[in-house]
């Protein structure tokens, strides 16, 4: 917390006025919210902000802030040129991707280096220039630093270890929602067993180790999501396992609950849809120790999924109906950071999902196009995925014209976006569009489909 900390910032802090760190966090996400930006930005991240330890904010809370005060600099905000930061031994005009802030994951070992502190402190959008620059989630995977690490063992571990595992969380989620999972999968596991290697060898205090566990819990939802949107449906179920495990021994209803909630999801995509309500349900009851509406109604809004999948109409709609009545109550300081993707989009496509499994492809159709309104086109991954969902609806409704323009539209963002699951989708709706070969727009989308380069 910055009240913990001298404060190297004093023009930031001044901004802050009265309002708590969580408080003004809060309203930093708001304000986010208004210009289509997700930051994940909490209590923790103005202390470090006030501290002095974030001396440029990434691109996204940049135009954030500017947006929350406008007619000030980044210099009138209290923080520095971001080519000061960020330009020592560049070439003009280039960048390098940062490492982990304070800590560093790298091909040899898990360390902290003082040097380093003030320059890898972002999480960062020069690893999305990176990735795409180098075309291939092999370069971001390495811009990740993403190696073996073995951990030291002359000593306990501290602050710069954990912030490394968090840091990590964050650049692998970061890289999904721009890209999605596939070739990040098999590099991303490495500082997983790194970061339960720090577990095993243990912290000085207590706070640290808690964590700690939510770090590494965190790390393997993430890691799983990757495995689970790649098509490895048994490696993400073991990686949630991993995570619900080391939520029970920590004690954290937090991480107990995303474990559930990435459960249900897995379930339900695994065609286990009363597994899916079980623990949708589990988590559920694991939320209700927090204070987050929106947490409760993604949860919730996975059990519809659930019963949608076992053909009960009933129970998915009175979900449904619950599931947005939750939602509608706003965000809170308490929900979760990595919630920032379930904004109105997703929760249109989660319904879009309900309908197309009830086989009511029209109503399906509506939602999943509402969705794809409404998803901010700099996660093109979530876009891509929106649109995927409704060319299949609408190829399903019988309107096969606009489920081939619809394809052209996903076809147009997989030069930026690698997920199986979403080539899997489009290669569903080719084959359900193929005795509508004479409808408008159909044949030139699965010759352009055929043609696309499938992920190995």
Same mark, same amino acid.
């Given at each position: 917390?910055?009240?913990?900390?001298?404060?190297?910032?004093?023009?930031?802090?001044?901004?802050?006025?009265?309002? #708590? *760190?969580?408080? %003004?966090?809060?309203?930093?996400?708001?304000?986010?919210?208004?210009?289509?930006?997700?930051?994940?930005? !909490?209590?923790?991240? @103005?202390?470090?902000?006030?501290?002095?330890? @974030?001396?440029?904010?990434?691109? &996204?809370?940049?135009?954030?802030?500017?947006?929350?005060?406008?007619?000030?600099?980044?210099?009138?905000?209290?923080?520095?040129?971001?080519?000061?930061?960020?330009?020592?031994?560049?070439?003009?005009?280039?960048?390098?991707?940062?490492?982990?802030?304070?800590?560093?994951?790298?091909?040899?070992?898990?360390?902290?280096?003082?040097?380093?502190?003030?320059? $890898?402190?972002?999480?960062? +959008?020069?690893?999305?220039?990176?990735?795409?620059?180098?075309?291939?989630?092999?370069?971001?995977? /390495?811009?990740?630093?993403?190696?073996?690490?073995? /951990?030291?063992?002359?000593?306990?571990?501290?602050?710069?270890? /954990?912030?490394?595992?968090?840091?990590?969380?964050?650049?692998?989620?970061?890289? +999904? +929602?721009?890209?999605?999972?596939?070739?990040?999968?098999?590099?991303? &596991?490495?500082?997983?067993?790194?970061?339960?290697?720090?577990?095993?060898?243990?912290?000085?205090?207590?706070?640290?180790?808690?964590?700690?566990?939510?770090?590494?819990?965190?790390?393997?939802?993430?890691?799983?999501?990757?495995?689970?949107?790649?098509?490895?449906?048994?490696?993400?179920?073991?990686?949630?396992?991993?995570?619900?495990?080391?939520?029970?021994?920590?004690?954290?209803?937090?991480?107990?609950?995303?474990?559930?909630? $990435?459960?249900?999801?897995?379930?339900?995509?695994?065609?286990?849809?009363?597994?899916?309500?079980?623990?949708?349900?589990?988590?559920?009851?694991?939320?209700?120790?927090?204070?987050?509406?929106?947490?409760?109604?993604?949860?919730?809004?996975?059990?519809?999924?659930?019963?949608?999948?076992?053909?009960?109409?009933?129970?998915?709609?009175?979900?449904?109906?619950?599931?947005?009545?939750?939602?509608?109550?706003?965000?809170?300081?308490? !929900?979760?950071?990595?919630?920032? %993707?379930?904004?109105?989009?997703?929760?249109?496509?989660?319904?879009?999902?309900?309908?197309?499994?009830? #086989?009511?492809?029209?109503?399906?159709?509506?939602?999943?196009?509402?969705?794809?309104?409404?998803? !901010?086109?700099?996660?093109?991954? $979530?876009?891509?995925?929106?649109?995927?969902?409704?060319?299949?609806?609408?190829?399903?409704?019988?309107?096969? !014209?606009?489920?081939?323009?619809?394809?052209?539209?996903?076809?147009?963002?997989?030069?930026?976006?690698? #997920? #199986?699951?979403?080539?899997?989708?489009?290669?569903?709706?080719?084959?359900?569009?193929? *005795?509508?070969?004479?409808?408008?727009?159909?044949?030139? %989308?699965?010759?352009?489909?055929?043609?696309?380069?499938?992920?190995?």
């Amino acid at each position: 917390m910055a009240t913990s900390r001298e404060v190297r910032n004093p023009a930031f802090r001044q901004l802050r006025g009265q309002r #708590s *760190p969580g408080e %003004f966090a809060s309203a930093i996400r708001r304000a986010a919210r208004e210009i289509g930006e997700q930051v994940a930005c !909490d209590a923790r991240y @103005i202390g470090r902000v006030e501290a002095g330890e @974030i001396r440029c904010p990434n691109y &996204a809370y940049e135009r954030v802030f500017l947006h929350m005060f406008p007619g000030s600099t980044l210099k009138d905000l209290g923080f520095s040129d971001r080519g000061a930061v960020r330009g020592r031994g560049l070439c003009p005009g280039a960048e390098q991707p940062s490492q982990f802030h304070t800590g560093q994951i790298d091909t040899g070992q898990i360390h902290t280096s003082q040097s380093h502190t003030s320059q $890898n402190n972002e999480e960062s +959008d020069v690893l999305r220039r990176a990735f795409m620059a180098g075309g291939s989630a092999a370069l971001a995977a /390495v811009s990740l630093g993403l190696g073996p690490a073995p /951990v030291p063992s002359q000593r306990r571990v501290g602050e710069a270890e /954990v912030s490394a595992v968090e840091a990590a969380v964050r650049q692998i989620r970061l890289l +999904d +929602d721009r890209h999605g999972a596939a070739g990040l999968y098999q590099r991303a &596991a490495q500082p997983l067993a790194a970061a339960y290697a720090l577990l095993d060898a243990g912290t000085a205090r207590r706070t640290t180790a808690n964590r700690l566990h939510a770090g590494a819990g965190e790390l393997a939802i993430s890691v799983g999501w990757l495995a689970h949107d790649s098509g490895r449906f048994d490696d993400a179920r073991s990686h949630y396992a991993e995570a619900l495990a080391t939520a029970r021994v920590s004690g954290d209803p937090a991480l107990e609950a995303h474990a559930f909630c $990435n459960t249900a999801f897995l379930a339900r995509d695994a065609g286990r849809p009363r597994e899916a309500v079980r623990a949708a349900q589990a988590g559920e009851r694991a939320a209700k120790q927090l204070s987050s509406p929106r947490l409760l109604s993604l949860l919730t809004l996975r059990e519809a999924g659930g019963w949608a999948g076992l053909g009960d109409r009933t129970a998915c709609s009175d979900t449904l109906v619950r599931a947005k009545s939750l939602f509608a109550q706003g965000t809170s300081d308490a !929900d979760p950071e990595w919630m920032s %993707f379930f904004v109105e989009a997703e929760l249109e496509m989660l319904e879009a999902q309900c309908w197309s499994a009830l #086989s009511d492809w029209p109503r399906a159709a509506q939602h999943a196009e509402r969705a794809a309104e409404l998803q !901010d086109p700099h996660f093109a991954r $979530n876009l891509a995925l929106y649109r995927a969902q409704l060319a299949d609806d609408l190829a399903r409704a019988g309107a096969p !014209d606009r489920a081939a323009a619809a394809g052209h539209q996903v076809l147009d963002l997989l030069d930026q976006v690698q #997920s #199986s699951r979403i080539q899997a989708m489009l290669a569903g709706t080719a084959r359900r569009l193929l *005795p509508e070969r004479r409808a408008a727009g159909v044949p030139a %989308f699965l010759e352009r489909h055929a043609s696309t380069p499938r992920l190995v």
